[in-house]
Every structure is written in C-alpha cells, then in structure tokens.
C-alpha cells in the first residue's frame, strides 16, 4: 500500500480533552453563581440554567440579574473609577499584564470550559480563542503604560456598560474589558445568557491580579438585563450583537450623551478569482464560513466565484465538506462541534428549509443540536439567504464574470463587515480590496484577528472599531470642558420688498444655484431691523435633490489627496481675494465687529485641511504575520451637516473642508440666523473648481431638515453644531440604517481656536478599513 492510499483510507480516532477540572471548578463552587459585583460574587438568586449543547446536560445554575444587582453594579463601578482612573497608566498597566499572565496560567480551564459552555470545537478555543484573550490584555497593558505620553488631553469616559455575545464568549469580553480597563474606565458587563461561565472565571481571574473592587462588574441574565444597563447612568454603551438590538440600542441611547460603539452582523462575501490557487481557497472557506460552526459575524458566508472556475470549485469544495468531521467539541479531531443552542439550531434549520437553491449536505450528522456543514447554490442576489444572516454553518453561493461584477455583487447588500479576496494576481487583489464596503478585508486569507488591528464594520454592522489606537479612542474623550450652547435668535425687522437690488439667494445644490422647491423664503434683517435679503427655506425634496448631485460626484472620493488638496487652496485663495466683502458681509448679519477676523480664520482653516489632504492616512498594524495589516483610512462617502448659528462663515468652513480634504461630498445646512454667508460662499465655491455635487448648501430650519437628513438611505454620517436641540432626534432617526452621527449635545465649541479643528474632525470624516496581506512563497 502506498503512502498516498494510507493517507487516503486512514480512519481519524477520537483524542478526547478532559472535562475533569473544568467540572471540578464549577463544582467546587456547587455549580451555582451569583453576579460579580464590587469585587466579590453574590448570592445566588432567581436561577437559569447553563446547559452544554453538545449534550444537554446542565452545567450550572445563574441568577437572573435584578434592576436593584445592575444598579449595584453600576454604583460599585461609579465609586471605583476615580481612583482606578487616577492610579495612572503604569499602574493599570500592571493589573492588566497580571491578568494576561493569569490567563495563561490557566488557558486549558479556560478552553474547556468554555468548549463546554458554547459548543465550539477544543482545538478552536485552545488555539484560537484563549491565546488571543492573553494578547489583548498583553496589548493593552502597553497601551495603558504609553497612555499620558502618547495620548495627551484625553480621559477616560467613565462607566463602561458592555454587552456580549455568545459565539466568542471571554474573547468578546478581552475586546471590550482591556482597553476600557487600559484607559481608566470601569465596566459592568453582560455575557450571554447561553455562554455565561468563561466571564464568572474571568471574574475570579480578577480576584487572584489584585484588581480594585469595582472596576470589572459582572451580572448575568437574559436581554432584559441589557436593556437595563443601556438605560443606566453608564457612560458608554459597547455591544456586539445582531443588527436588530443594536438599533433598539442607538434608538434607546439617542440624545443621552452616552458614547457608543456597534459590532453587529454581517453578510460577508468570500470572492474567489479564475487565477486564484483554489486548493488554498477551498481551505480558506473552510475557516471563513465553518469555523465555530459558521456561528460568526464575519464569516464568509456569501461565496462569489468567477464563472469559469465555478464548476470545478464547486466540485473541489464538496469533496472538501464531505471530509469535515462533526461531533463531541471536546474530541480535538474535530472540525465542527455543537450549535449553542436548541433555538439557535431550529432558527438555521428553518431558513435553509425556505432556500430555494440546490442545497448540499454530507452526511452524517450526529443527533442532537448539531447541524452539517451546508452549501447552497443556484441562488440569485436578491434571494433571502443571500441577503440575510443565518449565523450557522450554511454558505450561500452564486457566480461573477467580471472584477466590477465581483464588487457590485459583493457590497449588494446592507452589510458591511468583512470580505475576503482570493487571487493569485497581486494586481486583482489589490485593486478589489480596497473597492469593498467593508471595514475588514483579508486577501488570500481569512478570520485574521489580532489587538493591534482594528476591527469593525460599515452600514449595518454597526460603527466604531475595536482593537490597536483607533479601538482607543471610543474609550477616551477630550478632558477639555466644553461650555452650555446658547442658541442664537436671528434679527427681526418689518422692512418689506421692494429693494434697490433683489438679494433673494437660492440654494447650491449640485454646483448650481437652484430655487427652493416649496418656494418659500424669509426675511434676514441686520441687527437695526432693516432688511439685508432673503433667505430661501429648503424643504426634504430639496435635501433629496442635493443627496442625488452628492451621490453622482463619487469620483471625488476617488481623486488624489493631491488634487483635493488644490482645490480646497484654491478655495482659501479666492475667500481671501474677497476678505473684506465678507467681513462687511459677517459683520452686518451678526451685529458684531469680528468679521474681518472670522474670514481670517476660514481662510487658514482652508489652507490647515489642504494641507490635511494627503498626510492623515491610515498605518501598518504591527500584527504576528508575515505580511501586513494596512489600517487604511477611507472616506465616510456622502456626510450631512448642520452648521453652528455664531460663526456663520467659519462654522460652515470647518465642517466642508475637513469632510471634502478625505474625499466626502457634503450637504450643508448653514447657520440658521445668519445664512446670507454662505450663499455668498457658494460664488467662492463656483470660481474654485469645486466638482459640482461635492459640496452642496442649504438653508432653511435645522429642526425641519434634521429628521430627513438622519433617516436619509444614502447619507453615511450626519454632523450637528447647531444652535438647535437636535441631538436626540438625529440619533434616533439614525438608527434606520446606523449611520454614524457626531452631534454636539447642547455643547458649544470654540470655532475661532484649536476646539474648532484638528484630528477629531478628520476622523469623524473617515472610516477604517483594515486589509490584511499576507505574503512569502
């Protein structure tokens, strides 16, 4: 017999991990948990089980967490982050390489207990998840030492309410507990209710570093315990969860002035290219979608192959899938373990029974919560299971001629996770990856994680990043205090019509002037009561024409840095050759003598985001691979925005020229009481060869158009400075399609200084895209 026919009629034999210790821990505590709060467990209360799917058998019994246990763990983290705050970075730093360490010392407890708890394969949370946990900690202990030098004029949030899933149970909470730990926040987290007993480990693990009382809160419970902390005085909410909860969250939390990050689903594609090396491509999709059983928001659960390979790889992959073994997760032969739960399993088991593709499955499949790995082909784009997260080992599969077909195909849908790309050509692959709306994209590879590199997604799956600086941010703020906004009340007069000059502005809408639709305009009189002109009142179709032209400049995204950056001098040039016509202009509507300064300062705020142009970019993660992790910056695409009422030339500057610098286009509603300076701004914008749709200039009620802009499909991020109280209600109508917002909460900012410019600008006008490269023969 051969080599080659051993290898092919070897049979696999069972090589069983022990469940010994991880039983005897729980046992030890008789198999019954309170919650974790101020430092020591609780008494155990109104009990739920903890079952391990794999069997069925009870694990252990949890308490349903009160309002009274998450306000006792709100108050315990409240008492104790000043203190935890004030210790300092080295100091934090040191808790945090105690419980890295701690996790080592005790990463096969950990991986077996957290096998039994969820389900997953040994191998998978031995090799994967537990050392991964260790190096978050790691990474963030130094993040925490480096944090007064290389993080200057930030402080930690506050309170931390975190929120958990179930398919990456302790390594969830590493994401989300070590840089908020870093930073000097404190947090009360909820795990899962089906995957609750790696955190209550995690909680002795903070006993045994030393860790302040108050500083790590745990209460379990089902969804109604994460309501509660969403509603509680915390000062940031962080979740990972499906896409439907996270809106509830962003409605729930709208206008409170809670910080908040979103790690939802996904629907990502797996595009595999006619040049690509498909042996290699079969494996990769084997860990892309069947990995933790396809229980994954950035599994490759979408397959897009080039349509003449299909056949042929279509062939290749089954005869892979027939291969995988499925069974008991402690048996490290294993490729495939258990479903969480019985309601998890019959959710996949109903929507693959409604496909109406070919659907392939190899056989057997153990009884109980387990379901086979399942391909299904046939199916058009708009096809359900092609739009919609199943979160189980099911890949849907279609076909692609052409590179731009492959891009269309990949971002047709809400979603905007990951995406993996298979070629063999550098070219292809470097060329597609970057085209993707995705804020992870792996090329020739797939499922790369590590805490140097952000991870988080666009559209529907959520905003904001975890992991390496950028993940940092969502856990600091600016420690400058900002001041009450006063809103400004526009001058009133009973001059009428008509005037030696018709100043009836119009809007700017596609580089053009055009009339209001609803035709209506009012009066904008100088602080004497006499008449300076007219200002018209955009209604929501006008906003709906000005997101169309916006829309149909995209190629400005696609410009270089370079050229935007000309423009945006050539714009400062030709405000400048006008100085003191706007000065005399500003100084008339607003009734003050700062005019000439407030052009000034447009004009070097212009000249600051040129030069921004082509110098904020992205970086290389310092990730374990050979290759490179690129954390690449991209624009946020079509971005709305109020302007602030005081500085009605300057307010509008500072919010268009950091969005055009990265290659937004913007839709800018002007100061309401002052609005006559920016439709003198657009006859700049006309001489400046400003690409008409980059930027686009409304005037009109902030209240009236907020609702619109923030419900509005094609708009990716709404920003509001305005002199009205439109946070909660941008917030709330954002929730629709989770665009990002950035609005002001009633705060003021000083425009005329460094408050009115700079980096956070920048990055509220970008989103990150991390493409991971492998490389070597």
Known sequence: MSVKEIFESMEYGPAPESAAEALSWLADRGSRFGHFIDGAFTAPGDPFESRNPATGEVLATLTQATQADVDAAVSAARAAQGKWEKIGGPARARHLYAIARLVQKHARLFAVLETLDNGKPIRESRDIDIPLVARHFYHHAGHAQLMESEMPGREALGVCGQIIPWNFPLLMLAWKVAPALAMGNTVVLKPAEWTSLTALLFADICRQAGLPKGVVNIVTGDGAVGEMITASEVDKIAFTGSTEVGRKIRAATAGSGKALTLELGGKSPYIVFEDADLDSAVEG??????????????????????????????????????????????????????????????????????????????????????????????????????????????????????????????????????????????????????????????????????????????????????????????????????????????????????????????????????????????????????????????????????????????????????????????????????????????????????????????????????????????????????????????????????????????????????????????????????????????????????????????????????????GHMDIEAVWSFSGADLSAEIERSAAGNLKRTWVNYGQDRDWMRADGEGRAFLEAATEVKTVWIPWGA
């Not at 004497?528 to 190629?555: F, H, M, S, T």
């Not at 439709?679 to 060869?689: A, N, R």
């Open 285 to 710: 999709l084997v860990d892309a979608i069947w990995f933790n059983g396809g229980q994954v928001c950035c599994a490759g659960s979408r397959l897009l192959v080039q349509e003449g390979i299909a056949e042929r790889f279509h062939a290749k992959l089954k005869a892979r899938m027939e291969k995988l073994r499925i069974g008991d997760p402690l048996d490290k032969c294993i490729d495939v373990g258990a479903i969480v739960d019985p309601v998890q399993r019959e959710r996949i088991a109903a929507m693959v029974a409604g496909s109406d593709g070919e659907v392939f499955q190899p056989g057997p499949c153990p009884e109980g919560c387990f379901y086979p790995p399942t391909l299904i082909s046939g199916l058009s784009p708009a096809s359900k299971l092609m739009q919609d997260e199943i979160f189980g080992p099911v890949l849907v599969s279609t076909t692609f001629r052409t590179p731009s077909e492959a891009v269309q195909l990949a971002d047709n849908t809400r979603y905007g996770l990951a995406a993996s790309v298979w070629s063999e050509n550098i070219n292809t692959a470097l060329d597609i990856a970057p085209k993707l709306a995705a804020g992870v994209i792996w090329v020739n590879g797939s499922n790369m994680f590590d805490a140097a590199a952000p991870f988080g997604g666009l559209r529907e799956s959520g905003f904001g990043r975890e992991g390496g600086p950028e993940g940092l941010q969502a856990y600091t703020r600016d420690a400058r205090k900002p001041k009450a906004l006063k809103p400004i009340a526009p001058f009133g007069g009973d001059e009428a019509e008509p005037q030696p000059v018709d100043r009836t502005a119009k809007l700017y809408i596609g580089g053009k002037q055009a009339r209001p639709d609803g035709g209506y305009a009012r009066a904008v009189n100088d602080r004497r009561g006499k008449l300076i002109g007219q200002a018209p009142l955009a209604n929501r179709k006008d906003l709906r024409n000005a997101v169309e032209a916006a829309r149909g400049a995209a190629a400005w995204s696609s410009a270089s840095a370079h050229t935007r950056a000309q423009v945006i001098y050539y714009i400062g040039e030709n405000l400048s050759a006008r100085a003191e016509e706007f000065a005399a202009t500003l100084d008339r509507m607003t009734g003050a003598r700062t005019g000439a300064s407030e052009v000034e300062k447009s004009v070097e705020r212009l000249f600051t985001y040129a030069a921004w142009a082509d110098k904020f970019d992205g970086r290389i993660a310092n990730v374990p691979l050979r290759g490179a992790a690129l954390a690449m910056r991209a624009p946020c695409g079509v971005i709305g925005g109020f302007c602030p009422d005081a500085f009605p030339l300057l307010g509008l500057v500072s919010l268009m020229a950091p969005a055009i610098a990265m290659g937004n286009r913007a839709i800018l509603v002007a100061s309401e009481p002052f609005p006559l300076a920016a439709t003198e701004f657009y006859q700049v914008l006309e001489t400046s060869d400003v690409p008409g749709g980059v930027v686009n200039i409304l005037t009109g009620s902030h209240a009236e158009l907020a609702p619109t802009m923030a």
